[in-house]
């Protein structure tokens, strides 16, 4: 099986690159192949003929995105259309993904595979956009929403994990929101489910793949200092006073749950995190 990973230097990159170590894979990021180049993206994938293309490519930047709108929709929208046409071009299965962000965060259930996405960000509305150019673009695909992302050793950005062990270190004292909701996800669990995903030869179309439980911002670094055994004030905020103090650009959902109603049941986020932290 040939494998191409584009987003390759990325925080989840990497943990695909080690799963499919065996077979070699062609990792690609912006030096190697700039998505948003659509001649380039037809020419270097027509080349090499890949049977499996997992596209990790992103703008990520959620705040950054409300002024960068162009440059979001440019690689998290257009680019995965380019992306999407060459793979269908040279018969790949397309593996993309996206975001909880695409949801508008106001069902505290959480959000099926098939419930309708309604992006309340910049950033969101760029995913989604994606998600449109992929299904448009291509037949054998597994579009993959996944959320709050941590535990990779590429250059990506900073995870929160990161982050609240940072500041603990310099004894700064912390703030998290304990009215945002999510699913922490390990990258390491997530790409060793999206392989899965493949081999089973699942049936293509849309996956939700996270740790599963929720937990707010605030749950989340209280778990991590828990684990850690670290005494770090922690103090609980809400997402209205997050907006002030840290000036956030982009609006949130409340509840940006995933719900994974279609695949195995990936482990407690909880027990992922203690086994990375461990
Ligand atoms: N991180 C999360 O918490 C999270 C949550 C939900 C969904 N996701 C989705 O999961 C996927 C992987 O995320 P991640 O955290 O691994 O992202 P990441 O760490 O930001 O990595 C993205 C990689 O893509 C590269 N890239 C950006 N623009 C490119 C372009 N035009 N052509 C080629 N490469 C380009 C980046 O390079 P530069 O550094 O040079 O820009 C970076 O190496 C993304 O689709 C993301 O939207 C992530």
Redesign the pocket.
Known sequence: MKVLI??S?????PELGRVYKAVKPTLW??EE????DEAAVMEKTSQLKPDVVFN?????AVDKSEEERLVAEN??GT?VGFVARACYAVGAILVH????YVFDGTNPEGYNEDDLPNPINAYGKS?LMGEMELVRNCEKYYLVR????YG?Q????K?FVDLMLKKAEKDESINAIDDEFGNPTYLVDLAQAVAALIEQKKPFGIYHLINSGQASWYDWGNEIFAVREIAASLAAISAADADVIWKRAAKRPKYGILNNTKFIELRPWAEALKEYLS
């Open positions: 584009l987003g230097k990325g925080n989840l990159g990021d912006r192949l700039d998505i948003t990790c490519a992103a703008y990520n690689i998290n680019a993904f996206s975001s909880n995913k996944t959320a709050w992302l990779g590429g250059t990506g950005k995870s």
